[in-house]
């Protein structure tokens, strides 16, 4: 299972100006691959990562603007 997540999000473009927007476009993807997967699944009071897939954890971050 985490090597077809990581090759959906290796192979995968996605938008990269808002992060927002790029959460969304990997719960897009992960949806139409069929991927069962919970967003802002909350693992204590202080790590709530973006998504988690079969104990595997992935928090998405955009540092600085993508050009």
């Known amino acids: ?14 938008p ?11 719960e897009l993807k992960f949806s139409e691959k069929n991927i069962n997967f919970e967003r802002e699944h909350r693992l204590d009071n202080k790590n709530i990562p973006d ?10 971050k955009i540092k600085g603007n993508a050009k």
């Not at 299972?1 to 996605?14: A, G």
């Not at 990269?16 to 990997?26: P, V």
């Open 16 to 26: 990269l100006g808002d992060e927002k927007e790029l959460q969304s476009a990997i």
């Open 51 to 60: 998504f988690f897939i079969d104990g595997l954890v992935i928090e998405v």
């Open 1 to 14: 299972m985490h090597n077809e997540i990581i090759n959906i999000l290796s192979l995968s473009r996605f």
